[in-house]
């Protein structure tokens, strides 16, 4: 069983910041992946930041510059550091990891339930 714990969403003012946080719990061989998405109605997740076990990471071009991704291997978790926030930032967050019970399986995904980040004009 895997457990992903989404926190740090709310409303804030654009130009302002705010920093989620996701942590993971369960029988967890390793980690390869993890990573934010978003979310808003009537369209497909799209990634925002992502981060592999040796240290890469990706953004997508329209947070590149204003957000951070970072994590901590030792505690399985990773943050989101969002700055510049703007209302097209607005949408659901969602943790996403790659994750494997053992050494003889293969990775799988897993899926947080999200969080919501509003950013008023």
């Known amino acids: 069983q895997v457990q992903l714990v989404e926190s740090g969403g709310g409303l804030v003012q654009a130009g302002g910041s705010l920093r989620l946080s996701c942590a993971v719990s369960?029988?967890?061989?390793?980690?390869?992946?993890m990573g934010w998405y978003r979310q808003v109605p009537g369209k497909q997740r799209e990634l925002v930041a992502t981060?592999?076990?040796?240290?890469?990471?990706h953004y997508a071009d329209s947070v590149t510059g204003r957000f951070t991704i970072s994590r901590d291997n030792a505690k399985n978790t990773v943050i989101l550091q969002m700055n510049s926030l703007k209302p097209e930032d607005t949408a659901v967050y969602y943790c996403n990891i790659e994750w494997r019970p053992s050494a003889y399986t293969a990775y799988r995904p897993f899926w947080g339930r999200g969080t919501q980040v509003t950013v008023s004009s």
């Open positions: 981060s592999t076990s040796g240290g890469s990471t």
């Open positions: 369960g029988s967890i061989f390793s980690i390869d992946g």
